[in-house]
């Protein structure tokens, strides 16, 4: 998966419409519809925003945005553990 993909994934869950987000984050939604759409990568503060917005630390979203195809195979057993940790 991916950042973008994962920030409208969270966003549906906690069913929160795209403009209220792009409100709370002081975006457009032209820019957050193009972050969710994964034509561009959010920058540091826009990720804190957007986290700040859902609710949930950094560290979910970007643990939740990479494949377990993205991990080296010596890593993914301990890539496993830590994601079950911070999803669960």
């Not at 549906?12 to 990568?41: H, M």
């Not at 979910?60 to 669960?88: A, G, Q, Y």
């Amino acid at each position: 998966m991916s950042i973008g993909k994962t920030i409208k994934e969270l966003r549906k869950n906690k069913n929160i419409k795209q403009t209220d987000l792009a409100l709370k984050c002081g975006l457009s939604v032209n820019a957050l519809c193009q972050i969710e759409l994964d034509n561009t990568f959010p920058h540091k503060k826009t990720i804190n925003k957007i986290c700040e917005a859902l609710d949930i630390n950094p560290y979910h979203l970007i643990l939740s945005s990479i494949n377990e195809k993205d991990v080296p195979k010596e890593k993914r057993e301990v890539f496993k553990v830590l994601l079950n940790l911070l999803l669960n």
